[in-house]
């Protein structure tokens, strides 16, 4: 139990649906900790027309490319019911959609390796947004299976909400899950001098993530959910301990 006057607060800067989704995990896990959503992203969806193609399978890298079908379902062609998909949450979103959903619960490279064991033998179509560090499909074309990439959804950059700035400024730890590189970098953009006595641990879901001036830096085990919520653990015992 942590102790009400120390209670670290957890501050998630996801875009809202994956905020909210974790948000839920962690009062379940940490229940004497608050929590402060304050999205760094928000999705701006696009429609682009999707050829007229026997697509084999659809390749999901995101919740938000997800996302970005159940909010256009006049793309003008169906997809197929196969979804290859970078990890369990996403997975779990294309399964709700309807899809036959299959995750590398991993990395892109964990995705790419999926999909290369499958040996699909028709078209991938490959959903994404604007912003990629990896362009799969260009990966999978090289390794010679055909995919066809359309960017279907943007993240623009928001500003910390009222309420995190003041859970910034109010003298409690603040640990931070970050789920993304983009987002550690708005979030450095946002914090170049953090206040004065602010106790900040950043735990990354990954070592592509960079640190911030003066926050702690944690790296989770493997890059999902889980190890991110084993990480807080960890770092709530630390800060616990007399």
């Known amino acids: 139990m942590v102790p009400q006057s120390r209670a ?18 962690v009062r379940v896990r940490f229940p ?15 429609a682009p027309p ?20 159940e ?3 006049a793309y003008g062609a169906a997809l197929p019911k196969l979804a290859f998909c970078v990890g369990n949450g996403t997975a ?8 036959h959903a299959i995750s590398a619960d991993g990395t892109s490279e964990d995705l790419l390796t999926l999909i290369r064991d499958h040996a699909p ?35 623009e950059a928001v500003a910390l ?30 914090l170049p001098h953090p206040p004065s006595g602010l106790t900040l641990c950043i735990v990354a879901i ?10 702690e830096m944690v790296v989770a085990r493997q890059p999902t959910a889980d190890a991110v919520l084993n990480a807080i653990a960890n770092k709530l015992q630390s800060l616990c301990e007399p």
């Open 161 to 190: 909400s009222p309420e995190a700035i003041l859970t910034l400024h109010s003298g409690a730890p603040v640990i931070a899950p970050i789920f993304s590189p983009r987002t550690g970098a708005i979030l450095a953009r946002q």
């Open 92 to 99: 779990q979103a294309a399964t709700e959609l309807g899809l």
């Open 8 to 25: 670290p607060v957890i501050l998630l800067t996801r875009p809202a649906p994956q905020s909210e989704q974790f948000a839920a995990a």
């Open 50 to 69: 999707i050829p007229p193609r026997d697509w084999t399978a659809v390749i999901f890298t995101s919740r938000t490319a997800v996302q970005s079908v």
């Open 32 to 46: 004497d900790c608050p929590v402060v959503l304050s999205p760094l992203l928000a999705p701006v969806y696009f």
């Open 121 to 155: 033998g028709g078209p991938l179509l490959y959903l994404h947004g604007r912003e990629m560090r990896e362009d799969l499909a260009e990966m999978l074309n090289s390794a010679g299976i055909e995919t066809v990439s359309l960017t279907t959804y943007a993240q």
């Open 71 to 73: 909010r256009n379902a």
């Open 206 to 215: 990954s070592s592509a993530v960079d640190g911030i001036a003066g926050a």
